[in-house]
């Protein structure tokens, strides 16, 4: 079962987060932009089961069941319109909850009796997923939601790149490095912000967001080594 949960979510969530620009988490209303997000809800489940569907079949079947329900649920939580940002949130995140137990259910029906190979690398690249891209998408929602906004609005992340990247190194150092490795990308992650801050106004401290980087990469790290330390 979990060598399909976890190959199902990863797909899942690179196509919701990484794949899906942020500015257009809710803004789907434009045929074209929900096309192509479910094209890409297609080509990667294809890429994630590979040729296991070919000798096996009825994972079409399974491919299908998931499109099917991430189009539905998209077109009937997100695309309506919203009166402000809560409603927003609360669609946003009744539409994760919901996938993702059918994910579940999906992984439980589908993998009776049958094996798929690995499960750690999917694993893994959920985590990072997570660490790198869905924890300050959450971080944004929740503090709109808080404060009650008219909408949500559009996310664009202060310094993006270079926010990406410190919880990108915080994540692979931790999870994969040998000590100068870890020391390495902690460092230089601090560097970066500390940089900013000093050179910036009004740079926000991501201290949830690299939490969760850090949380994520040991949790990792111990899937690898058996192992923190």
Do not use: C
């Given at each position: ?43 990667l489940?294809?890429?994630v ?33 919203k ?5 927003e949130g ?5 539409f994760?909850?919901?996938?993702i ?8 029906i ?14 893994q690249f ?41 919880r990108?190194?915080l994540?692979?150092a ?21 940089l900013?801050?000093?050179?910036e ?22 899937l690898?080594?058996?192992k923190?330390?």
């Amino acid at each position: 079962m979990q060598a399909i949960f976890w190959r199902l979510l990863a797909a899942h969530l690179f196509v919701d987060f990484p794949l899906r620009n942020h500015g257009q988490l809710y803004n789907i209303n434009e045929g074209k932009k929900f096309f192509l997000h479910i094209v890409f809800v297609i080509l990667l489940n294809l890429a994630v089961f590979g040729e296991a569907a070919f000798y096996r079949p009825v994972l079409f079947l399974m491919i299908f069941l998931v499109v099917f329900a991430h189009a539905v649920l998209d077109i009937v939580l997100l695309r309506k319109p919203k009166d402000n940002a809560r409603s927003e949130g609360m669609s946003f995140f009744l539409f994760q909850f919901i996938m993702i137990a059918f994910l579940i259910v999906l992984a439980w029906i589908f993998s009776r009796g049958r094996r798929y190979g690995y499960t750690l690398p999917f694993l893994q690249f959920s985590l990072a997923i997570i660490a790198i891209w869905v924890a300050p998408t959450i971080v944004h929602i929740v503090k709109k939601m808080k404060a009650n906004a008219p909408e949500i609005g559009l996310f664009e992340e202060p310094f993006g790149k270079l926010a990406v990247l410190e919880r990108a190194l915080l994540f692979v150092a931790i999870s994969f490095g040998k000590t100068t490795f870890l020391i390495a990308g902690v460092v230089i992650a601090v560097i970066i912000r500390g940089l900013l801050i000093l050179n910036e106004e009004n740079v926000p401290k991501p201290i949830v967001e690299w939490a969760v980087a850090i949380a994520a990469g040991l949790l990792s790290r111990y899937l690898i080594f058996g192992k923190i330390f």
